[in-house]
Protein backbone atom coordinates (compact mmCIF):
# COMPACT_ATOMS: atom_id res chain seq x y z
CA UNK A 1 0.00 0.00 0.00
CA UNK A 2 1.32 3.48 -0.93
CA UNK A 3 -0.29 6.60 0.44
CA UNK A 4 0.08 9.58 -1.51
CA UNK A 5 -0.26 13.19 -1.06
CA UNK A 6 -0.09 15.98 -3.35
CA UNK A 7 0.54 19.89 -2.64
CA UNK A 8 1.88 23.58 -4.05
CA UNK A 9 -0.98 23.68 -6.04
CA UNK A 10 -2.64 27.28 -5.62
CA UNK A 11 -3.40 30.75 -7.77
CA UNK A 12 -1.32 32.08 -10.51
CA UNK A 13 -1.15 34.38 -13.28
CA UNK A 14 -0.55 33.13 -16.66
CA UNK A 15 3.09 32.56 -17.48
CA UNK A 16 3.76 32.17 -13.64
CA UNK A 17 5.60 28.71 -12.37
CA UNK A 18 3.98 26.20 -9.33
CA UNK A 19 6.16 23.11 -8.14
CA UNK A 20 3.40 20.48 -7.05
CA UNK A 21 5.12 17.57 -4.78
CA UNK A 22 3.52 14.20 -4.31
CA UNK A 23 5.20 12.66 -1.07
CA UNK A 24 4.71 8.99 -0.59
CA UNK A 25 4.40 6.56 2.69
CA UNK A 26 3.67 3.20 3.17
CA UNK A 27 5.40 0.87 0.40
CA UNK A 28 8.92 2.51 -0.72
CA UNK A 29 8.10 5.03 -3.50
CA UNK A 30 11.07 3.75 -5.17
CA UNK A 31 9.45 0.55 -6.18
CA UNK A 32 6.95 2.46 -8.37
CA UNK A 33 6.79 4.38 -11.85
CA UNK A 34 4.94 8.15 -11.19
CA UNK A 35 2.55 9.92 -13.01
CA UNK A 36 0.94 13.08 -12.70
CA UNK A 37 -2.82 13.67 -14.64
CA UNK A 38 -5.10 16.46 -14.44
CA UNK A 39 -9.01 16.97 -14.67
CA UNK A 40 -10.40 19.88 -15.72
CA UNK A 41 -14.08 20.21 -14.68
CA UNK A 42 -16.10 18.45 -17.08
CA UNK A 43 -13.17 16.55 -18.53
CA UNK A 44 -11.82 13.42 -18.60
CA UNK A 45 -8.35 12.43 -16.18
CA UNK A 46 -5.60 12.95 -18.27
CA UNK A 47 -1.91 12.10 -18.65
CA UNK A 48 0.69 14.95 -17.86
CA UNK A 49 3.81 13.76 -16.95
CA UNK A 50 5.33 10.47 -15.71
CA UNK A 51 8.97 9.43 -14.47
CA UNK A 52 9.92 6.07 -14.60
CA UNK A 53 10.66 3.27 -11.42
CA UNK A 54 14.40 2.63 -12.71
CA UNK A 55 17.28 4.67 -14.14
CA UNK A 56 18.31 3.96 -17.59
CA UNK A 57 22.22 2.44 -18.20
CA UNK A 58 23.12 6.09 -18.25
CA UNK A 59 21.94 6.49 -14.56
CA UNK A 60 18.90 8.86 -15.63
CA UNK A 61 15.30 7.87 -15.46
CA UNK A 62 12.95 8.16 -18.17
CA UNK A 63 10.68 10.79 -18.23
CA UNK A 64 7.11 11.03 -20.65
CA UNK A 65 4.89 14.20 -21.32
CA UNK A 66 1.61 15.00 -23.06
CA UNK A 67 2.60 17.37 -25.69
CA UNK A 68 0.44 20.01 -24.37
CA UNK A 69 2.61 20.28 -21.41
CA UNK A 70 6.17 18.83 -23.04
CA UNK A 71 8.91 22.47 -22.86
CA UNK A 72 6.92 23.61 -19.74
CA UNK A 73 6.66 21.15 -17.36
CA UNK A 74 9.22 18.94 -16.15
CA UNK A 75 8.83 16.18 -13.66
CA UNK A 76 11.56 14.59 -11.10
CA UNK A 77 11.83 12.55 -8.03
CA UNK A 78 13.92 12.04 -4.90
CA UNK A 79 13.23 8.37 -3.97
CA UNK A 80 15.31 9.29 -0.28
CA UNK A 81 12.40 11.64 0.20
CA UNK A 82 9.81 9.41 -1.37
CA UNK A 83 8.99 12.54 -3.25
CA UNK A 84 7.98 13.37 -6.70
CA UNK A 85 7.78 16.91 -7.93
CA UNK A 86 6.40 18.98 -11.14
CA UNK A 87 7.81 22.18 -11.53
CA UNK A 88 5.39 23.74 -13.97
CA UNK A 89 6.81 27.06 -15.72
CA UNK A 90 5.14 29.78 -18.42
CA UNK A 91 1.42 28.10 -17.26
CA UNK A 92 -1.53 28.88 -19.29
CA UNK A 93 -5.39 29.47 -18.23
CA UNK A 94 -6.03 26.16 -20.23
CA UNK A 95 -3.57 24.47 -17.61
CA UNK A 96 -6.23 25.01 -14.92
CA UNK A 97 -7.54 21.61 -13.01
CA UNK A 98 -7.27 19.51 -10.23
CA UNK A 99 -3.45 17.75 -10.39
CA UNK A 100 -3.00 14.22 -9.44
CA UNK A 101 -0.14 12.17 -8.73
CA UNK A 102 -0.61 8.05 -9.23
CA UNK A 103 1.94 5.47 -8.51
CA UNK A 104 1.80 2.21 -10.33
CA UNK A 105 4.35 -0.64 -11.76
CA UNK A 106 5.25 1.53 -15.04
CA UNK A 107 4.04 -0.72 -17.52
CA UNK A 108 1.09 2.03 -19.32
CA UNK A 109 2.38 5.13 -17.85
CA UNK A 110 -0.04 7.26 -19.74
CA UNK A 111 -3.30 5.34 -19.02
CA UNK A 112 -4.97 6.07 -15.82
CA UNK A 113 -5.46 2.38 -15.65
CA UNK A 114 -1.67 1.78 -15.47
CA UNK A 115 -1.89 3.18 -11.74
CA UNK A 116 -3.05 1.22 -7.95
CA UNK A 117 -2.53 4.59 -6.00
CA UNK A 118 -4.01 7.83 -6.39
CA UNK A 119 -3.76 10.94 -3.96
CA UNK A 120 -6.32 13.67 -3.30
CA UNK A 121 -5.52 16.11 -5.78
CA UNK A 122 -4.17 19.85 -5.78
CA UNK A 123 -6.13 22.64 -7.77
CA UNK A 124 -4.12 24.99 -9.74
CA UNK A 125 -5.68 28.06 -11.74
CA UNK A 126 -4.54 30.33 -13.57
CA UNK A 127 -5.58 33.24 -14.05
CA UNK A 128 -5.54 35.51 -17.14
Known amino acids: QVQLVESGGGLVQTGGSLRLSCAASGDASGNYAMGWFRQAPGNERAFISAISRSRSTLGTYFRYYADSVKGRFTVSRDNAKSTVYLQMNSLKPEDTAVYYC????????????????WGQGTQVTVSS
Open 102 to 117: AAGPGYTLRDVRGYDY
